[in-house]
């Protein structure tokens, strides 16, 4: 399969992943999709990513909020839980199940 077929398989994936949220009453929103190697270089050097080949760079991941009422965001792993679980059912790899460094937020094309 072609990087632009994964692609949009990945797009495919997150907008059941977004139907699914939206079902159960969550409000989500990407906050970054793409990531250019300049970007991922300075989140590693930062200590907020921890490799330099993430699937960011192929536009296979995504960072995603759940949006909590006045536009405050979730940051509590067990919000994040049923959408990974979801995630993980359609395909998906999810970033709460990263060892040692968990990533609640993340979810990413699986090969």
């Avoid at 536009?59 to 995630?87: C, E, H, T």
């Amino acid at each position: 399969m072609s990087r632009r077929e994964k692609q949009a398989a990945f797009f495919d994936m997150l907008a059941q992943l977004a139907v699914f949220a939206r079902m159960r009453g969550l409000s989500v929103a990407i906050v970054e999709l793409y990531r250019s190697a300049e970007r991922q270089r300075q989140l590693v050097d930062e200590g907020k990513a921890w490799t330099y080949k993430s699937k960011h760079l192929l536009g296979l991941a995504a960072d995603l909020y759940i949006i909590l009422p006045f536009g405050q965001v979730s940051k509590k792993a067990r919000d994040y839980r049923p959408l990974g679980d979801f995630w993980v059912l359609i395909g998906g790899r999810w970033g709460g199940h990263f060892s040692p460094r968990p990533d609640v937020f993340h979810f990413e094309y699986r090969d």
